[in-house]
T-cell receptor
Framework: GAVVSQHPSWVICKSGTSVKIECRSL??????MFWYRQFPKQSLMLMAT?????????EQGVEKDKFLINHASLTLSTLTVTSAHPEDSSFYIC??????????????????FGPGTRLLVL | GQNIDQPTEMTATEGAIVQINCTYQ??????LFWYQQHAGEAPTFLSY??LDGLEEKGRFSSFLSRSKGYSYLLLKELQMKDSASYLC??????????WGAGTKLIIKP
């Protein structure tokens, strides 16, 4: 299956600093990538949809100026948490849609997840 | 509104069979996904149903009834490593995934 990587896997930072998280599709091209946040014992919460070559689409309640998303190529999307605060501590997970996946009816709907990035803001 | 319901927690015995149910209400429908998530890890894809019926894949099977807005994940010959959360997600007309809160499955020896 398709492989998605994330870097870093762990990050600890001081309050007020910015943190960049990278999401890469390793063996396929992804026009669309998704950024999720997951707090302990809760389900995934979609933050934004990242579109290659255009602006990201943010979900209601997600501050676009705080969570900057850049999708500069078909294999890389980045999420930058600006001026991080302790309440931003969470598990950030990206996923990418393999639009040429032949395994599903209609193709392209499966999202493959990166391993996630744990952010701890002190 | 859009909504996914699945049980919060289930317990089963090693070697047994367990069925995890999921009901959904979405604006349009483009398929139903099941993902497995071990504690501290990202979800991994298990199955996708867009047509009514049962899809079997090894020890795991997934069923869909679109008219009832209902799906289940069936796990056979349970192993201790199957202890995880199982996430149900329905894809709406905009190809957005609507996620359930997940079912934590506890396997006892």
């Amino acid at each position: 299956g398709a492989v998605v990587s994330q870097h870093p896997s762990w990050v600890i930072c001081k309050s007020g600093t910015s943190v960049k998280i990278e999401c890469r599709s390793l063996d396929f091209q992804a026009t669309t990538m998704f950024w999720y946040r997951q707090f302990p014992k809760q389900s995934l919460m979609l933050m934004a949809t990242s579109n290659e070559g255009s602006k990201a689409t943010y979900e209601q309640g997600v501050e676009k100026d705080k969570f900057l998303i850049n999708h500069a190529s078909l294999t890389l999307s980045t999420l930058t948490v600006t001026s991080a605060h302790p309440e931003d501590s969470s598990f950030y997970i990206c996923s990418a849609r393999d639009e040429e996946d032949p395994g599903l009816a209609g193709g392209g709907e499966t999202q493959y997840f990166g391993p996630g990035t744990r952010l701890l803001v002190l | 509104g859009q909504n996914i319901d699945q049980p919060t927690e289930m317990t089963a015995t090693e070697g047994a069979i367990v069925q995890i149910n999921c009901t959904y209400q979405t604006s349009g429908f483009n398929g139903l996904f099941w993902y497995q998530q071990h504690a501290g890890e990202a979800p991994t894809f298990l199955s996708y149903n867009v047509l009514d019926g049962l899809e079997e894949k090894g020890r795991f099977s997934s069923f869909l009834s679109r008219s009832k807005g209902y799906s289940y994940l069936l796990l056979k010959e349970l192993q201790m490593k199957d202890s995880a959360s199982y996430l149900c997600a329905a894809m709406d007309s905009n190809y957005q995934l609507i996620w359930g809160a997940g079912t934590k499955l506890i396997i006892k020896p």
